[in-house]
């Protein structure tokens, strides 16, 4: 299947089109599940010699669609016994301070994901803490008294049934 996908370039601001064929999705694919696979083993999974297979891997991250590489922790073995999903309200007519809210969201590494949503909130967020106090404590010394903020409901994570960071591509 050849999508066209509409992507940034790092060294302009012009969009263009560019054709996926299904050999770029299957690299996409691959590097998502395995982001450390080398480069003789990624050729061999997509079925092309390395030196091409080196030549479209990099235009991928060139373009943007490739961000970042990362590696998953576990997170009991770094002390992370609480994960939670926070809904943030804003006041209404506090416009200047949504930008003071997401800049100092961007700087708590507690938060691992945030938001803008439709709904009863403005922001959804992902906190990981230590342990249940740390989590109120840091909902209420740091995301609740943050400016602009109406109020912060938040849901503890039972159980982790899935967790991934993978799209879903249509190989």
Same mark, same amino acid.
């Given at each position: ?11 302009? =601001? ?6 996926? =064929?299904?050999? =770029? ?5 691959? /590097? ?7 480069? /003789? &083993? ?19 991250? &060139? ?6 590489? &990362? ?32 800049? #100092? ?14 709904? =009863? ?6 906190? #990981? ?16 008294? /943050? ?10 994570? /039972? ?13």
């Amino acid at each position: 299947m050849n999508i066209k996908i509409s992507y940034k370039l790092k060294f302009s =601001d012009n969009y263009f089109m560019e054709e996926l =064929d299904s050999i =770029d999705w299957r690299l996409l694919a691959c /590097l998502q599940e395995r982001g450390r696979i080398s480069n /003789l &083993e990624l050729a061999a999974a997509v079925h092309l010699s390395p030196a091409q297979c080196h030549r479209r891997h990099k235009r991928l991250e &060139e373009s943007g669609l490739i961000r970042r590489y &990362e590696a998953r922790l576990d997170p009991v073995q770094i002390g992370v016994g609480v994960v939670a999903f926070v809904q943030v309200s804003m006041e209404r007519g506090h416009i200047k301070e949504v930008k003071k809210f997401r800049d #100092a969201v961007l700087t708590q590494a507690q938060v691992q994901e945030c938001y803008a949503i439709t709904g =009863d909130a403005d922001y959804m967020l992902k906190v #990981a803490a230590r342990d249940l106090k740390s989590l109120s404590d840091f909902l209420l010394s740091t995301i609740a008294v /943050l400016p602009g903020v109406q109020s912060v409901r938040s849901s503890v994570c /039972l159980d982790e049934v899935k967790c991934t960071s993978a799209w879903p591509l249509q190989v």
